[in-house]
């Protein structure tokens, strides 16, 4: 019921910043749980961050106090911004929704590449 489209990965030196976006087709409002997921190379998929409706989020250990999630719901768009980059945060990020009982739902992916 809702298409996910992430944007704004790219190539950034160990130490920069980068905002990632996700753009739903549909008011977030509703949606129950936003999140993040990353899939670094040769590994599973992990969580990066989660957000809530009520704005409550978590965080992945190996991001805490590097990068922070945000939803700007009156835009249907969610934020990942991270800091502090290292090589290890090389992956595949994916934007996700929950959205019970309809179903969870995943973006296409934005390679963010960390590389001096």
């Known amino acids: 019921q809702v298409q996910l489209v992430e944007s704004g990965g790219g190539l950034v030196q160990p130490g920069g910043s980068l905002r990632l976006s996700c753009a739903a087709s549909r008011s977030i409002f509703s949606i129950n749980v936003m999140g993040w997921y990353r899939q670094r190379p040769g590994k599973q998929r992990e969580l990066v961050a989660t957000?809530?409706?009520?704005?409550?989020?978590n965080y992945g250990d190996s991001v805490k106090g590097r990068f922070t999630i945000s939803r700007a719901n009156d835009k249907n768009l969610m934020y990942l911004q991270m800091n502090s980059l290292k090589f290890e945060d090389t992956a595949v990020y994916y934007c996700?929704?929950?959205?019970?009982?309809?179903?969870?739902?995943w973006g296409q992916g934005t390679a963010v590449t960390v590389s001096s």
């Open positions: 996700y929704a929950w959205d019970p009982p309809q179903g969870s739902y």
């Open positions: 957000i809530t409706g009520g704005g409550g989020t």
